[in-house]
């Protein structure tokens, strides 16, 4: 029977973490897994704890939103160390990426009996960074700063706080003149943001990027132009079901390998924890972490 290490993020989704364990555990533990759990005071310590776990030999789950699935399932990329995901964070965007369900009963299921099947992961190089590794979306540009301002809500969550985030970034952004190199290809680009997808979804279940797939190998570039302001709040609204890829302001590349500047230090982050500025690198690891899903 499989053996758990459950790395707990005690503040995510509003301390709901624990308690999102909890019935979860019961059912493991009822069906005859073995099951540890650690709290983790830093995303670094749960990285940690990540590391210990797997060279143990030890399935680990990350509890609580894409901050903790990214931190930890880049800490355990190209080690063979197998990741289950037990979401319950404010975004949860990488397992609804992964469809799994938010039944503990279907969860438990899919721990227990599922086959691990290899995902890939990004990784991460800027001065700041030098490398990092995660696994659903690098974004640079004004979704940055509304990411930065949704995990800094008290009052709101969810949706709602991105929503909220992404309407007070709008009005103080200015467009910014881009260079992004796609597998050693230039494009100029001035405009709102450029996102790297490995994940279809961002900032809590926007449709960032619809043809993105978390196992083929490359990155979908999302790049969205200059516009109207009124003309932006209409491409946020299209988030939500992917409408925003026909508009011509909008355009979306794939390769394997990306570098975007800019022409000021402009904002970047990444599986909603890691702050910096461009420029960065971002190259797509090919199946490089197993997941149970």
């Keep these: 029977m499989r053996q758990f290490t459950a790395v707990v993020n005690p503040t995510a989704g509003g301390s709901t973490g624990a308690a999102t364990l909890l019935h979860l555990a019961r059912l493991l533990r009822a069906a005859g897994a073995e099951l540890e759990t650690e709290y983790s005071h830093s995303l670094v310590h749960a990285q940690d704890i990540a590391r210990s776990a797997g060279e143990r030999g030890r399935i680990v789950l990350a509890v609580g939103g894409d901050g903790i699935a990214g931190g930890i399932g880049g800490a355990l990329s190209g080690t063979g ?44 190089e800027s001065a700041v960074h030098p ?27 969810g949706a709602a706080s991105y929503y909220a985030g992404g309407l007070r970034a709008v009005t103080t952004w200015r467009a910014a003149d ?76 794939r390769g394997k390998e990306l570098r975007i500047e800019a022409d000021r230090p402009v904002p970047y982050g990444a599986d909603g924890e890691v702050e910096a500025t461009l420029p960065v690198t971002l190259r797509v690891r090919p199946g490089d972490l197993p997941v149970l899903y």
């Design 131 to 157: 490398r990092t590794v995660v696994l659903g979306s690098v974004y640079a540009g004004v979704d940055a700063v509304a990411n930065k301002h949704a995990n800094n809500a008290r009052l709101l969550r």
């Design 178 to 253: 881009y260079r992004v190199t796609v597998d050693g290809e230039e494009h100029a680009h001035r405009g709102y943001t450029v996102v790297a997808a490995n994940s279809p979804y961002y900032g809590s279940g926007r449709l960032i990027a619809p043809g993105a797939q978390v196992d083929d190998g490359l990155l979908d570039v999302v790049m969205i132009r200059e516009a109207p302001r009124h003309l932006f709040f209409a491409l946020m609204n299209e988030l939500r079901t992917g409408a925003h890829v026909r508009r011509p302001e909008v355009r979306v590349l």
């Design 81 to 124: 160390t197998v990741l289950g995901l037990v979401p319950a964070g404010r975004g949860n965007d990488f397992a609804r990426a992964l469809h799994l369900p938010a039944d503990p009963e279907a969860l438990a299921d899919i721990l227990l009996h599922a086959e691990p099947r290899p995902v890939d992961t990004i990784e991460v």
